[in-house]
């Protein structure tokens, strides 16, 4: 919702995790490269679209090709969720949970401490 707080409660054996939160506007185009701010390759990536009754999609680093899954354990189908993770973007494909054109997404990459 518009003007909501986001907060984190990290537990003290995480604390070093970092967390990069992005909110960008779909155009409907694939694929896509959305920025992070990690500079490095995210152990998990989360994209929720703000509006409500949509799925949230979810990609681990040790993900394989262009997979990725809703966060109910389905898989999107082909290439359309999150395609990949690098060290300075995600990209994503034209699934309505990732890209619809003019809605508000929010990303979430987090990355383990050493």
């Keep these: 919702m518009p003007g909501q707080d986001i907060r984190f409660v990290i537990p003290t054996s995480l604390a070093n995790v970092r967390i990069s939160y992005v909110e ?8 896509r490269n959305i920025n992070h701010n990690l500079g490095d390759i995210p152990d998990l990536c989360v994209i929720v679209k703000k509006d409500s009754g949509f799925l949230a999609v ?3 680093s040790g993900f394989t090709g262009n997979i990725s899954q809703y966060y109910n354990g389905t898989l999107v189908p082909g290439s359309q969720g999150i395609r990949g993770l690098s060290a300075t973007q995600v990209t994503i494909g034209s699934d309505l949970n990732v890209n619809q054109n003019n809605s508000v997404f929010c990303m979430i990459c987090f990355k383990a401490g050493t």
């Excluded at 960008?24 to 694929?31: I, K, Q, S």
């Design 24 to 31: 960008y506007t779909g155009n409907g185009t694939t694929p």
């Design 58 to 60: 979810q990609r681990f």
